[in-house]
T-cell receptor
């Protein structure tokens, strides 16, 4: 998985609780992305980062925030989880000047 | 709304046959195109990228791009049961963006 880890790999949480997912890379790539994957919708971009402390919204950013304080870590936070945020979350990375994105192993999140 | 369309399948082919997977996209300014393979319960794995009109071959895989028709395809020669997976088409728009738009994927089943 191209030097990308995600934690936790599985999580069950209750509606209304905050949740933070972590993506860690050892490739020193500039760009990092958070996607969610749902049946019938495919992969959709939530947020992405183009450098430390530089982030931007994706297609489905409502209810999510991100932070990147170090090159290697990109955090995705659900401030108050809802059942509609039950999904599989993938982190991806890409290098500057290179368009190919490589994915981490994913986190399966269930909000009850 | 920029869209990437794929037939969800399943596409069933016998072992040894050629599997043909198709994808259309709506953004005429798109410049970069990717095919990912995703096994059930796993993360997407990049298998091909193509940037200019025509064919690009890599082993048993051939990607074909026709920008005038806004069409990209993936051919898998000598299909093997291990090729059974969901194939995701992804398109990157023109301009200074690293955002990928994914199709919902085509499920390929190779019958022994």
């Amino acid at each position: 998985d191209a030097g990308i880890t995600q934690s936790p790999r599985h999580k069950v949480t209750e509606t209304g609780t905050p949740v933070t997912l972590r993506c860690h890379q050892t490739e020193n790539h500039r760009y990092m992305y958070w996607y969610r994957q749902d049946p019938g919708h495919g992969l959709r971009l939530i947020h992405y980062s183009y450098g430390v402390k530089d982030t931007d919204k994706g297609e489905v950013s409502d209810g999510y925030s991100v932070s990147r304080s170090k090159t290697e870590d990109f955090l995705l936070t659900l401030e108050s989880a809802t059942s509609s945020q039950t999904s599989v979350y993938f982190c991806a990375i890409s290098a500057q000047g290179v368009e190919e994105q490589y994915f981490g192993p994913g986190t399966r999140l269930t909000v009850t | 709304q920029k869209e990437v369309e794929q037939n969800s399948g399943p596409l069933s082919v016998p072992e040894g046959a050629i599997a043909s997977l198709n994808c259309t996209y709506s953004d005429r300014g798109s410049q970069s195109f990717f095919w990912y393979r995703q096994y059930s319960g796993k993360s997407p794995e990049l298998i091909m990228s193509i940037y200019s009109n025509g064919d690009k071959e890599d082993g048993r895989f051939t990607a074909q791009l026709n920008k005038a028709s806004q069409y990209v395809s993936l051919l898998i020669r000598d299909s093997q049961p291990s090729d059974s997976a969901t194939y995701l088409c992804a398109v990157m728009g023109g301009g200074a963006t690293n955002k990928l738009i994914f199709g919902t994927g085509t499920l390929l089943a190779v019958q022994p």
